[in-house]
Every structure is written in structure tokens, then in C-alpha cells.
């Protein structure tokens, strides 16, 4: 990721993007407080437009909160930075970065309150767990991993450090030959995947994980009004692994996974095995959604 053409936006300058550097005594570096969003942008018939802009820098602030790190820039200029970015590296879609993190002032786990540095690239994304997953579904395991406990790590909050269990979960799974991993919660119960939040439908019927455990995913709010739209039941409740095992369909939502089916969770197909048609139709109205094509949305897509 290092060696690319561009620039990226540093604690409010432009700056090569190979210069965008920080010292290997950075304290996120060495204890993993920071926070982070993931965003995109998509090409529209009006040009490009970052989708849910924000919303996004509202959570990043409220995880900067959670944290107790405060950020030196205003949502105005954070908000404005990651149009710059994309328009400065001639990007007509992609994914965005923003990123705030502790320097090098000093270490030891009390953090540098005053040294806090703000990053915000910008590079083209695809799709996040492939194209042909996309349209045949993808194949997930049930983690080893828990989620996080919500009074051990900060669920709420986009942290950085959070991402440690998320990895290894992925990788756990990838391992075993799998796309992605779905993680429960300390009682065993279906929280939400590595980097996306869960979604199942039975007998017509709509169900996701209630927030406790899971992050607020902003894609998991749009894919809310989407089901409204359709007139469709949905219900947030706690999910057993072996109701996603007797599901009609399942999929993962998210900035980077966008609308993902899900075709086999623990080596059981989900319904027959392949993109199930409410999944497909929320997923057409998504992409509709973010690529400017629905104007009962265009205030959520901001021109760059
Ligand atoms: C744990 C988790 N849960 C749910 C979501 C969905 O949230 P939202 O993007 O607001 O709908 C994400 C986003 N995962 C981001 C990070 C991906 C990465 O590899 O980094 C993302 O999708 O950008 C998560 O990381």
C-alpha cells in the first residue's frame, strides 16, 4: 500500500504518498489506540459522491469520544478532506481511509493526548470478499473467536485495536479455506462478521443481531430503510448458529463488503446454496442507492 502515485491528506496538508510516514515509535503503533472509518465513494450520473459522508465522520468522532482521544480537526475540515482526496487522486470511485492516531511524543500506556495525528487516502477498492461471491455467495465459518466482550473492548467505537479480533478470526477461517468468518458473542450467540454486520431472512422475514455487541454499521442502517422500502418485516433478536443453518438466505453488509451473500455457513448451504432473491433485490437497491440512481437518496451521496 505504500508504493503508490497520489497523495494523502496529513494533519491537514497533501502529501505524497509515499512521504505519508510516521515514526516507529508512533504509540498506535505500539498499543493500538486509534480510530479509524472505512468509506466509499462511487462513480453517479452526477459525478463522483462519497455515500454517507456524514455519518460516517459522526462516528468517527463518537469513537473518538469512546476513546477518550480528541481529534484536532472539526467534522467540517475532516469532511472536506476526504473530498479532497478524492478528487486530488483523480478517483471516480473508491474507498477512503480516515484514520486518528497517537505519535511519537512519548510512550507508556498513557497516551500523548496532545499529539494526535489525522490521515485520510484514498484508493480504488473493489469487491471486498470478490466479485463472484457478490453473485454466488460466499462461504463462512463460525469462529473460534468470540466477539469482543462489550466492557472489555469498546464494540461501539471503530478502534483500531478492536481489529486484532477480527483478524484472527479471518485468518482463522481463510485457513480453513473459507471467505470470511461470523463471530458470536460471549453467550454464544450470532454477532456479526470480521469487518460486517449480519443479516438473515426466514419465511419472508427479515432478522438481524440487536446492537449490543455488534458496531452501528451505517450500511446495516441503509440496508434498513431498503427492506422498508420493500415492506418487508425485519426484526433485530438474538440469532442462533443453527438459525442461520435452517435460513432461507443470509448476507453480510458493510462500507467494504457492501451487500454479500452468504452461501454456506459450518459447511450447511444457506436455503439452496446460492444468492437467495430478497438478498439480490436488497442488494440491486443498494448498489442503485450508492451509485445515484434512487433520488429518494440523493442527499446521502456528497459530490467530491
Ligand atoms: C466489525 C465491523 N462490523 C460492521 C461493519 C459494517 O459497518 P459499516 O461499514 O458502517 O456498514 C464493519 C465495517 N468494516 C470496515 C472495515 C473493513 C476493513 O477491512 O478495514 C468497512 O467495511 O469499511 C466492521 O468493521
Known amino acids: 500500500m505504500s508504493d503508490r502515485d497520489g497523495v494523502i491528506w496529513y494533519d491537514g496538508k497533501l502529501v505524497p504518498w509515499r512521504e505519508a510516514t510516521t515514526h516507529v515509535l508512533t504509540h498506535t503503533l505500539h498499543y493500538g489506540m486509534g480510530v479509524f472509518e472505512g468509506v466509499r465513494a462511487y462513480d453517479t450520473p452526477k459525478g463522483p459522491a462519497i455515500f454517507r459522508l456524514q455519518d460516517h465522520t459522526d462516528r468517527l468522532f463518537r469513537s473518538a ?73 460466499i462461504r463462512v465459518k463460525t469462529s473460534s473467536f468470540n466477539r469482543h466482550h462489550v466492557n472489555i473492548t469498546m464494540c461501539k467505537a471503530k478502534a483500531n485495536g478492536n481489529y486484532m479480533n477480527s483478524i484472527m478470526a479471518h485468518e482463522e477461517a481463510a485457513a480453513d479455506g473459507y471467505d470470511e468468518a461470523l463471530l458470536l458473542d460471549v453467550d454464544g450467540y450470532v454477532a456479526e462478521g470480521s469487518g460486517e454486520n449480519f443479516f438473515m431472512i ?38 442462533t448458529r443453527d438459525e442461520v443453518y435452517v435460513a432461507d438466505e443470509a448476507f453480510f453488509t458493510g462500507t467494504a463488503a457492501e451487500v454479500t451473500p452468504i452461501r454456506e455457513l459450518d459447511r450447511r448451504s444457506i436455503g439452496t446454496g446460492v444468492r437467495g432473491p430478497i438478498t439480490a433485490e436488497i442488494q440491486q437497491r443498494y448498489f442503485d442507492i450508492v451509485q445515484g440512481r434512487n433520488e429518494k437518496y440523493a442527499g446521502w451521496c456528497t459530490l467530491v
Open 202 to 239: 426466514r419465511n419472508g422475514k427479515v432478522y438481524t443481531p440487536d446492537l449490543t455487541v455488534c458496531l452501528d454499521g451505517i450500511t446495516r442502517n441503509t440496508v434498513f430503510q431498503i427492506i422498508k422500502d420493500m415492506g418487508l418485516e425485519i426484526t433485530e433478536k438474538r440469532i
Open 65 to 137: 469520544k469512546i476513546v477518550g482521544m480528541d481529534l484536532p480537526f472539526s467534522k467540517e475540515e475532516l469532511n472536506e478532506a476526504q473530498r479532497t482526496v478524492v478528487r486530488e487522486n483523480g478517483l471516480k470511485s473508491g474507498y477512503l481511509r480516515p484514520m486518528a492516531f497517537y505519535g511519537p511524543e512519548k510512550l507508556g500506556i498513557a497516551p500523548p493526548k496532545k499529539d494526535v495525528r489525522v490521515i485520510v487516502a484514498a484508493w480504488p477498492w473493489g469487491a471486498y470478499l470478490g466479485a463472484e461471491g457478490m453473485e454466488k455467495g
